[in-house]
Structure formats: structure tokens, C-alpha cells
């Protein structure tokens, strides 16, 4: 694999919490179109790095770069902007919205159109067709009118709310990188098989 082919690297990574080491010095490169699992046991720091990586905490020591470029000291929200997302064990989901008004949401927004809270959602063609799109990919457009509070969480393949915060995560990302618990990481790539790449670690 080339080295243009990196899109996520950690150079030598490396979390303290007081006389704690969460992570000592991780070094890893992901290529474009790879998908990984993160496994360990209890306490072998894979939260910590997701965390690093995702921006939630401050490294001690090193490096972050996405394709190619230094994110280390970006936010969390700086690097969702950069494509990069991901997705919790226990998803935060609007409740009172259906899946439809959720990625209608998270399209126009993603798209720039997020400050016009005048337009009724729904008025823009390329919102519309992404959303189609989302639902289908996703297996939700028989659920898309329901509201998000009944969708249930272990419907095989995966359950129809991993599946929205999953499809809001790809509508999210411009290189499509959900980060996911195991769980759903198999699922997330398997059924549905997004175009992309996935990492997976527990919360
Ligand atoms: N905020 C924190 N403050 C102090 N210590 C922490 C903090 N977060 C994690 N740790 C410690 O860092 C180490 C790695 O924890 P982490 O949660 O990353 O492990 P994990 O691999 O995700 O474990 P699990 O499989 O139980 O989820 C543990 O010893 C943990 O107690
Ligand atoms: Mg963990």
C-alpha cells in the first residue's frame, strides 16, 4: 500500500491520567477502504484511544494526522467537519423526530443549508435524494415515519437505531469513518456495507 493510501495515523500516542498510562506510545497507520477492529481487555486503554483519536481528550504525547494533515489539537466538532465521525454503544438519538427528519437534519446541515430555519426541510432536491439514499442503504426506509423513541434497538440485522446513528454518522463523514462498538461494528459493515471504513471499539 502507498503511503498516500494512509487516511488516519497515530504517532506515538501516549495518555497519562496522573501515575496512569491509558495508552503508551500507539503508533498505527489505517488505509483507505481498511476497516479494523479494536480489541483488549478491560482496561487495556481502547476507549482512551477512540477518545484521542476523536478528539475528546488531549493526548499526553503525540501525534494525530488525517489524511495527511495534523489534527491534533483540532475539536471534536473540527474533526467531524474533516469526515471524520463516530457512533456511541448507547446512541443519543432525537427521540421526538423520525428517522426522516433526522438525516433530513443532519444532510442540511453537513450541506450548509443547517442556518436557513426558515426553509421547511425538505425543500432542497440534493437533501432529499442524500436522505432516500441514507434510508435505503440503511434499511430504514420502512421506519423512516416512525417516531425514533419506537425503534428498536436489536432488530436483525442490526437494530433500526444503531442503524440511524450509523446512516447520521455516514451523513456526517466525507470519508465515511464511523468509529463503532464491536457489536455494531460487525453489523455496520457487513449488511449495509457503506463504502467505507470502520473502526470498532466499546465505548
Ligand atoms: N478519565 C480517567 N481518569 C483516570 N483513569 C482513567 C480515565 N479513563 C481511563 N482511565 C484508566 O485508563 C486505563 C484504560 O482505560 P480504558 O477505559 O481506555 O480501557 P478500555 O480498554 O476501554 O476498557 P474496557 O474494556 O473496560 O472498556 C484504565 O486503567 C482506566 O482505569
Ligand atoms: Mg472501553
Known sequence: MSHSDIVLSAQGLVKR???????????LDLHKGARHAL?????A???TLINLLTGVLEPTEGRILLEGQDITDL??????????VRTFQINQLFDTLTPLETLALTVSQHS????????????????VERCEQLLEQFHLTEVMNQKTNVLAYATPPAGDRIA????RACCCSTSRWPACPPANARNCCRPW??????VGAPD
Open 164 to 167: 440511524l446513528a450509523c446512516s
Open 17 to 27: 491520567f496522573g501515575g496512569i498510562t491509558a495508552t503508551g506510545n500507539v503508533n
Open 39 to 43: 480489541i483488549g481487555p478491560n482496561g
Open 75 to 84: 475539536a471534536p466538532h473540527q474533526r467531524v467537519r474533516r469526515g471524520m
Open 193 to 198: 456495507r457503506p463504502a467505507g471504513r470502520c
Open 45 to 47: 486503554g481502547k476507549t
Open 112 to 127: 450548509g443549508l443547517g442556518a436557513r430555519w426558515w426553509q421547511p426541510l425538505g425543500r432542497s432536491p440534493r437533501v
